[in-house]
């Protein structure tokens, strides 16, 4: 799996968008960026994942450079709530088995009041 | 839906204990994951398995074993606890399906003394 490089912590003020970078400049051709947040000591939760196009889901949206060397999490207004470790992971897709899911140090994002 | 069920939420062993952490997804996964996480690091790949019968080593394996017991359950077992055993352990699982975002467990916080 591709190695991904995180920022170790960001800081965003509530009710404004957390953007959350994450470079895998390593990356092949058919590796999905995948994103999964920590809140707490609680299990990851996933997030949202995309090869190279632009993804939106209810909780974030996930920007892909042209180059796919770089990705950006997008939390469009940020909560109390959205306070976690943020990780990022690059993987085959599934059809090539169980590959080893890795997760990095990830970014701590502390939303202020 | 119970999702990924670990037993025990908690455990306190002595130096050179052994025990078993339990797993067991009711999503029909076929890849399934252990995971340990020390204070303010991130997540360790341990173990894992693509399906019954296979395993296969993650970042640290020393000091443990695992057993896929079936489909459903993934076991973790501790042969003789250290105190740099002491940790939170999370189970995880992914499908194979077009959605195989991975799905975890509540963690199991090992204490060894």
């Known amino acids: 799996d591709a190695k991904t490089t995180q920022p170790p912590s960001m800081d965003c003020a509530e009710g404004r968008a957390a953007n959350l970078p994450c470079n895998h400049s390593t990356i092949s051709g058919n590796e999905y960026v995948y994103w999964y947040r920590q809140i707490h000591s609680q299990g990851p939760q996933y997030i949202i994942h995309g090869l190279k196009n632009n993804e939106t889901n209810e909780m974030a949206s996930l920007i892909i450079t042209e180059d796919r060397k770089s990705s950006t999490l997008i939390l469009p207004h940020a909560t109390l709530r959205d306070t976690a470790v943020y990780y990022c992971i690059v993987r085959p897709p599934h059809l090539q088995g169980a590959q080893k899911l890795v997760f990095g140090q990830g970014t701590r994002l502390t939303i202020n009041p | 839906n119970a999702g990924v069920t670990q037993t025990p939420k908690f455990q306190v062993l002595k130096t050179g204990q052994s025990m078993t952490l339990q797993c067991a997804q009711d999503m029909n996964h076929n890849s399934m994951y252990w995971y340990r996480q020390d204070p303010g690091m991130g997540l360790r790949l341990i173990y894992y398995s693509a399906s019954e019968g296979t395993t296969d080593k993650g970042e640290v394996p020393n000091g443990y074993n695992v057993s896929r017991l079936n489909k459903r359950e993934f076991s973790l077992r501790l042969e003789s606890a250290a105190p740099s055993q002491t940790s939170v352990y999370f189970c995880?699982?992914?499908?194979?399906?077009?959605?195989?975002?991975?799905?975890f467990g509540q963690g199991t916080r090992l204490t060894v003394v």
């Open positions: 995880a699982s992914r499908g194979t399906g077009m959605n195989t975002e991975a799905f």
